[in-house]
């Protein structure tokens, strides 16, 4: 079987989470199936005639040379100008729906989501057969670990002044809620007034980032917060060593969240449909709001015994999920497409 994986499509916009899912999935199905032929985005014309045509045209030419027996893209991709025998779809969290999505999604043989609440979502827009939305959830990452007592001395010297942090995920934009964050902070540090740290582990949209760097020079506490560019710095090798994870920008994959499960670091995070209830009582709830979140911080801070309790969850939760169910799960939809063919 021949499968073609065009996930990066310019048509779409996907999260660091998504794009790390996606690679880390298909690079294990390449090496656990080498029996099947597995094409890893198009390889279009440089030279000739041919490459001074529209990327468009000189993707579809090379996808008809290829002729794959199953295509692998991401939501948002026309594909009635691809005939391939069978599509599956990565319906990724940035896309919306729209009037031409249920006639996109017709006729593919399936649309694989990271969360329950895309799989809702998708059944309330476009309603396609319920057995073609395929949940499949990511995992911790097999490189977390606990961190050890030096290893959090390394982090907190390098990052925080030494001292203890939260750790924020929250990307920084004009229509991002990171202000809530900081007030959030802001609340807990009149309460406390520690030594505390926060970072923020954020992609800054670099058309907001004078009047977000403006604005940011203002906050009381600006020495006490340090921004993280996850572009550039390794989020997963600093977080284990956070006092606490925040999770407040929407992440569908969950894999901030399972990775702070696996490396014990108690998590709080705003309810989104994303497990279920396959992690109740892993996290301590709070909708992206100041006065939430500073509830949920002061309360990991003082509680000890909550805090062991939510640890203990969190790990309890994070075996639930493997790479191997994950790509076992991505599997079944090329072997329905096998068993299609032959």
Request: charged residues 30%; glycine residues 2%; aromatic residues 12%.
């Amino acid at each position: 079987m021949r499968i073609l994986i065009d996930s990066f499509n310019q048509q779409s916009v996907l999260t660091l989470n998504e794009i790390f899912f996606l690679d880390k999935c298909f690079q294990l199905l390449m090496k656990d199936h080498p029996e099947h032929e597995w094409i890893y985005g198009f390889d279009v014309e440089t030279k000739g005639l041919n490459s001074l045509l529209p990327v468009g045209i000189k993707k579809r030419i090379a996808f008809n040379k290829i002729q794959p027996d199953v295509f692998v893209t991401t939501a948002g991709w026309k594909s009635e100008n691809y005939k391939c025998k069978n599509e599956i779809i990565f319906y990724n969290q940035q896309f919306h729906l729209d009037k031409n999505s249920a006639r996109v999604f017709k006729n593919v043989g399936a649309i694989v989501v990271t969360a329950e609440q895309l799989r809702q979502k998708i059944k309330a827009g476009v309603n396609p057969e319920t057995d073609r939305i395929k949940l499949i959830h990511a995992a911790p990452s097999k490189d977390i670990s606990v961190a050890d007592w030096s290893e959090k001395l390394s982090i907190k010297t390098r990052y925080s002044d030494g001292r203890d942090f939260f750790l924020c995920y929250n990307n920084i934009n004009k229509s991002s809620q990171w202000e809530e964050a900081l007030k959030a902070f802001s609340i807990f540090k009149k309460w406390q007034q520690s030594s505390f740290q926060l970072l923020m582990a954020a992609e800054i949209d670099e058309s907001f980032r004078e009047e977000f760097e403006q604005r940011l020079a203002s906050y009381k506490y600006r020495s006490d917060v340090k921004i993280i560019d996850r572009r550039v710095e390794d989020v997963d090798r600093i977080m284990p060593s956070a006092f606490a994870v925040v999770c407040s920008e929407k992440d569908l994959t969950g894999l901030c969240m399972l990775n702070a499960f696996k490396a014990e670091v108690p998590v709080i995070a705003s309810p989104n449909d994303l497990f279920d209830d396959e992690i109740s009582g892993s996290v301590l709830p709070a909708i992206i709001s100041a006065d939430e979140l500073s509830r949920q911080l002061i309360n990991i801070y003082r509680d000890e015994r909550m805090r062991e309790i939510i640890i203990e969850k969190g790990k309890q939760s994070a075996l639930q999920y493997s790479w191997e169910n994950t790509t076992a799960r991505w599997y079944e939809c090329f072997r329905v497409a096998d068993k299609k063919f032959n």
